[in-house]
């Protein structure tokens, strides 16, 4: 997550795919538990593109593209809301 000012408004800020990625292992495996049918084989091949992961994800739990970018944005807010309720 970036940094930000203390007093700086944390509204807006939200995990993206380079703060997913810095730690891809971890993030992977609480990936698979969100999504049960991501294959832990797929984990290198998808790293490098979000747009990848997104159709992969699409394909793996009977999504179209446009419900799988959804479900992954609520993802990545519910992980920034558990990180900063944990911080």
Avoid: I
């Amino acid at each position: 997550m970036a940094l930000t000012e203390p007093d700086q408004d944390l509204t807006g800020v939200r995990m993206n795919w380079n703060d997913l990625t810095q730690n891809w292992a971890a993030s992977y495996r609480a990936l698979c538990t969100e999504f049960p049918n991501l294959e832990p084989s797929a984990m290198p091949f998808l790293k490098a593109d979000q747009d990848r992961f997104e159709s992969y994800l699409a394909a793996t739990h009977d999504m179209s593209l446009k419900e799988a970018q959804t479900a992954f944005d609520a993802y990545l807010t519910r992980q920034t809301t558990k990180e900063r309720h944990t911080a």
